[in-house]
């Protein structure tokens, strides 16, 4: 008898998890989802390890690391990476119900900690990244999601994606001391004098090719294999060769030195980094003008790469409809939009949603039981923070280049015979590299195509907001002259 009550309980815990995530109506089973959920977490685990080195290394306007300190402390970003992604995923899968994943966004970590942060400290920083994700609730729960979405062409939508997945790239290379900068001469140089000629270059040029190598042939998980892998050979070729820290006078030095940390599984509170953030420092700081731009910019990259991504792995998933549209699009948006505030809160950089979540798709995951899963492991990657700081960027590089390479394969989408839009695309995307910033590449797009249009006799055709954001843009352009001008 007890032993029918306990099969009864069993059973019905069992059918109200799949009655809540609807697993058999999408037709899916309990471990289909944990094979999904456990492939979408190898895919993209990769950015517990990337997002510290790309925002931890990254100094502010005062010279200060995230956590208010004279160095950087990347267990400590690894430990907020993994615990925001992971609180967020899961949120995602109760709330939304589908199988996508939410982590630090590449590109978004980029702007942040090379734009933004180097004009402001980290606290106001991560303040304008919190209030971009109120702005986009407040949009979701408006619906006014939909005037933002149409106000911009979808071809420079794609170009701001593409520019930002060179601009990734760009990073990747000049970490890995791939492309340097010269003296005298060309601006720019490959290796060292022009020639590959260290220990360092010679695992990353190897980490990178086994990398490409993964992704081509599509194996599972195949940018953290090649961060790990990458990882272990430049930690052997250290021991063996011992090339040293990067200096002056060892020019053929690691960028960071590969060692094995004193301790593999430690806890590193990530609640510590709430306390980092200041929602409106950014305005007493710099202009008006520039923060509302870096908002602007913020919420443009989060908010089109999120629509790119859940239309895209949810067709796959076979969960969008006839229509294009997707069931609890509002509930997945809204999540989504929260990530981007908690990234900010937790000093992580904005949460969003990943492509990555494909490979769990591809195991068969149709619902969010598969981000629970994911989102567990993620919490779970908390106590093994301290293994970042074996990663050396010779390591991390190669996973930099093949996500630019990644997203820049929507460029097909971009019409380049139609000059209208190819022009301002193609300011977009090769400013963003050229000059180290992503605002000013999507800034030159959108000037670009206003212009291109009125002088074409098509203003009409401008959108009310597009106006506005040229405007803007004018002026952030403007801002010198304007302050000479006026003996500012």
């Known amino acids: 008898m007890d032993a029918d009550c306990h099969s009864s309980r069993v059973s019905d815990t069992s059918s109200g998890i799949d009655r809540f995530f609807a697993i058999s109506a999408r037709g899916s089973t309990v471990s289909r989802e944990v094979r999904g959920g456990l492939a979408t977490f190898f895919t993209m685990a990769y950015i517990v390890v990337l997002n510290p080195i790309i925002i931890g290394n990254a100094a502010d306007v005062q010279k200060q690391f995230i956590g208010d300190g004279s160095a950087p402390n990347l267990p400590l970003i690894a430990a907020g990476t993994a615990f925001v992604a992971g609180i967020m995923t899961i949120l995602m899968g109760v709330v939304g119900r589908v199988p996508f994943a939410m982590a630090a966004g590449l590109g978004i970590n980029a702007l942040v900690a090379f734009n933004i942060a180097s004009v402001m400290t980290w606290e106001a920083a991560m303040g304008l990244v919190f209030l971009e994700g109120i702005i986009i609730a407040i949009l979701v729960l408006t619906g006014f999601r939909v005037a933002v979405f149409n106000a911009i062409p979808a071809q420079l939508k794609t170009a701001i994606s593409v520019g930002i997945g060179l601009f990734i790239a760009l990073i990747g290379f000049v970490d890995a001391g791939f492309v340097r900068r010269v003296a005298a001469g060309p601006p ?4 060292i004098r022009g020639a590959l000629t260290s220990w360092p270059l010679l695992v990353f040029i190897i980490g990178l090719l086994v990398t490409v190598v993964l992704v081509a042939r599509r194996v599972k998980g195949a940018i953290l294999i090649g961060i790990v892998g990458t990882t272990v050979l430049a930690v052997i070729v250290e021991q063996l060769a011992k090339p040293g820290a990067l200096s002056a006078d060892n020019p053929a030095g690691w960028a960071s030195v590969p060692s094995l940390p004193k301790e593999i599984v430690a806890f590193h509170n990530p609640l510590a980094l709430f306390t980092e ?3 409106f420092g950014a305005f007493t700081q710099v202009s008006v003008i520039l923060a509302i731009l870096f908002v602007f910019t913020l919420l443009i990259t989060d908010f089109f790469d999120t629509m790119g991504t859940i239309v895209g792995v949810g067709r796959q998933a076979g969960l969008v409809d006839n229509d294009g549209t997707l069931p609890r699009t509002k509930e997945i948006l809204l999540v989504d939009s929260i990530g981007a505030a908690a990234g900010g809160a937790g000093s992580v950089s904005s949460n969003t949603t990943y492509i990555e979540s494909a490979a769990g798709v591809g195991e068969g995951a149709r619902t969010g039981l598969a981000s629970v899963v994911t989102g567990v492991l993620f919490l779970l990657a908390i106590f093994f923070a301290p293994l970042v700081t074996v990663v050396p960027y010779e390591a991390a590089a190669p996973a930099l280049i093949v996500v630019g390479f990644l997203m820049m394969t929507s ?20 400013l963003m590299p050229f000059t180290y910033s992503i605002s000013n590449g999507i800034g030159a797009g959108f000037i670009t195509y206003v212009l291109i249009k009125v002088v074409k006799g098509k203003s009409r055709e401008i959108h009310p907001l597009m106006w506005v954001v040229a405007a803007l843009f004018v002026v952030y352009f403007a801002l010198g002259p304007i302050k000479i001008l006026f003996g500012v």
């Open 188 to 191: 720019l140089e490959m290796g």
């Open 277 to 279: 953030f200041d929602p």
């Open 411 to 430: 460029v097909r989408d971009i019409d380049f015979s139609d000059y209208e839009i190819s022009i301002p695309a193609f300011f977009t995307i090769v």
